[in-house]
T-cell receptor
Framework: NAGVTQTPKFQVLKTGQSMTLQCAQD?????MSWYRQDPGMGLRLIHY???????DQGEVPNGYNVSRSTTEDFPLRLLSAAPSQTSVYFC???????????FGAGTRLSVL | EDKVVQSPLSLVVHEGDTVTLNCSYE??????LLWYKQEKKAPTFLFML????IEKKSGRLSSILDKKELFSILNITATQTGDSAVYLC????????????FGQGTTLQVKP
């Protein structure tokens, strides 16, 4: 049972480039979320989804897009990368009952 | 605005010491409070607290919630170097969204 899988683990982008961070879970969880983690700031919610076809903005959504076409996948798109998006990104999933979120291993992104 | 505040932000102790980490919150629709441990990679779940005054324990770690005063503490007794990590507190503030609001985290370093 793989749990939550994120790819890639590391990525370096130039300012203005676009890319997609992949997230997949095999636990049939309804809810999925994307967080970014910056030094001294804990985890901040970017976007979340309560089911296939349903997404909503979190605390820091600007510069990011998401979609949820299947229960398993929740990709995060950076349309035009900026140095301020240099961060570690975590994807998480949870069932609807007890909100114990399970996290992927993270993607470390640097934007030059 | 919902917020979660942890203190202290960092802590250095020696093996065998007992530590207490604090988490206070202000949210409009509290549902649960969670503690996570993060060692270089993804956060891993420690405790979920929903009821006031009921202590959750796991080995040398324990946690309790005070819903009247809006805070929780995480205690670690007889600390070991393996306890060195960032400890994150998070609150679920809306039912059936999968959203968590995280505090900044407390970085604990345990010296031999």
């Amino acid at each position: 049972n793989a749990g939550v899988t994120q790819t890639p683990k590391f990525q370096v982008l130039k300012t203005g480039q676009s890319m997609t961070l992949q997230c997949a879970q095999d636990m049939n969880h309804e809810y999925m979320s994307w967080y970014r983690q910056d030094p001294g700031m804990g985890l901040r919610l970017i976007h979340y989804s309560v089911g296939a076809g349903i997404t909503d903005q979190g605390e820091v959504p600007n510069g990011y897009n998401v979609s949820r076409s299947t229960t398993e996948d929740f990709p995060l798109r950076l349309l035009s990368a900026a140095p301020s998006q240099t961060s570690v990104y975590f994807c998480a999933s949870t069932t609807g009952g007890l909100n114990i979120q399970y996290f992927g291993a993270g993607t470390r992104l640097s934007v030059l | 605005e919902d917020k979660v505040v942890q203190s202290p932000l960092s802590l250095v102790v020696h093996e065998g010491d007992t530590v207490t980490l604090n988490c206070s919150y202000e949210v409009t629709n509290f549902r649960s409070l969670l503690w996570y441990k993060q060692e270089k990679k993804a956060p891993t779940f420690l405790f979920m607290l929903t009821s006031s005054g009921i202590e959750k324990k796991s080995g040398r770690l324990s946690s309790i919630l005070d819903k009247k005063e809006l805070f929780s503490i995480l205690n670690i007794t007889a600390t070991q170097t393996g306890d060195s990590a960032v400890y994150l507190c998070a609150v679920e503030a809306r039912v059936n969204t999968g959203k968590l609001i995280f505090g900044q985290g407390t970085t604990l370093q345990v010296k031999p």
